[in-house]
């Protein structure tokens, strides 16, 4: 590959933006990682044998050949023949294909239908039983669901939250998900849960006796307890509502333990948590959660040691 790199400098850029636009890449600070779109359109090419579009070797190969074609050694009818009879033979092999679903590693799941009791089978895009017309993506918000999370899912009909969401502006957020019946199908559908659902005055206060409150809200001094995805103040969920604290349990894609949020109620600040990553930047941080003067939740981050005139740390 040495003599057969990926294109020139000025291709391989316009080929990783061709990739970012396409969300097949989403670029994390200095890095460029795939998606869960580029990992199912790898699971569609192997399972359709285009083994050849799967292979860096063939841009590098062609772009070897193109060279030696400007250098005058390789004829231009031959390297357009070529180019030809590749495509065709790649495009035949796709519109041959004729199987109801894409080849692949596919498990099935240990958990039974949430809907009819049958059996629930992973295939190219979703988790599907054999049963009925239950079925979920496999990748929803650009995130790729674990087997683990799936089976969990379809046990308790929720789970979450989990990060590593995309929005379709791309940015990155987290939620819980949960089973919910689709009124119009009268079969289980795939929902976000954002944890403020039910919160209007028609519905009904959530229940806190038989938990124990985390601490007092830095807010209206009411208690707070863990609820849906994050934490909140009974004054928040309560009618009338009068306050309006609440924290989720994933900042930044940092979890917040109970044990944290108690610190942060208790003695206003956390532990020093290494786990942020700015939703600007795609960088990694390390910060205290600390409470504001308003009730709010802010962060502090290290002091760095100021170094005196000789050099020394102080």
Not at 58 to 83: P, Y
Not at 108 to 128: D, H, M, S, W
Not at 154 to 171: A, C, T
Not at 245 to 252: A, D, H, K, Y
Request: aromatic fraction near 8%.
């Amino acid at each position: 590959m040495s003599a057969k790199g990926l294109g020139t400098p000025a291709t391989r850029a316009a080929i990783i933006e061709g990739l970012l636009t396409e969300k097949y890449l989403i670029r994390e600070a200095r890095d460029l990682t795939p998606t869960a779109k580029a990992h199912q359109l790898m699971t569609l090419l192997r399972g359709l044998k285009v083994n050849e579009l799967v292979a860096p070797e063939l841009t590098g190969e062609w772009e070897f050949r193109l060279a030696q074609m400007q250098g005058g050694t390789l004829a231009r009818d031959v390297f357009m023949r070529d180019i030809a009879q590749m495509t065709q033979t790649i495009v035949s092999r796709a519109k041959e294909y004729d199987s109801d679903t894409v080849p692949g590693d596919y498990v099935t799941l240990e958990t039974p239908c949430p809907q009819c009791g049958g059996i629930v089978k992973e295939n190219y895009r979703r988790f599907a039983c054999t049963g009925c017309a239950f079925s979920i993506t496999k990748t929803p918000a650009g995130r790729q669901f674990e087997i683990e999370e799936a089976e969990e899912l379809l046990k308790n009909k929720g789970i979450g939250p989990l990060s590593g969401f995309r929005s379709k502006m791309g940015r990155p957020f987290a939620a819980a998900l949960k089973l919910v019946e689709d009124h119009e199908t009268q079969h289980l559908k795939l929902a976000f849960d954002f944890g403020q659902e039910n919160e209007d005055e028609a519905s009904e206060a959530p229940d806190f006796s038989g938990q124990t409150s985390l601490g007092p809200c830095p807010k209206c001094r009411s208690r707070v307890f863990e609820h849906s995805i994050g934490y909140v103040c009974e004054s928040t969920v309560a009618h009338p509502k009068s306050c309006d604290f609440r924290s989720g349990r994933i900042i930044l894609q940092q979890d917040i333990s109970r044990e944290q949020m108690q610190k942060l109620l208790g003695a206003g600040r956390t532990d020093l948590l290494t786990g942020f990553k700015s939703s600007r930047t795609g960088r990694h941080f390390k910060a205290y959660l600390v409470q504001q003067k308003d009730g709010s939740i802010g962060f502090e981050f290290e002091k760095k040691e100021k170094a005196g005139r000789d050099g020394k740390h102080s």
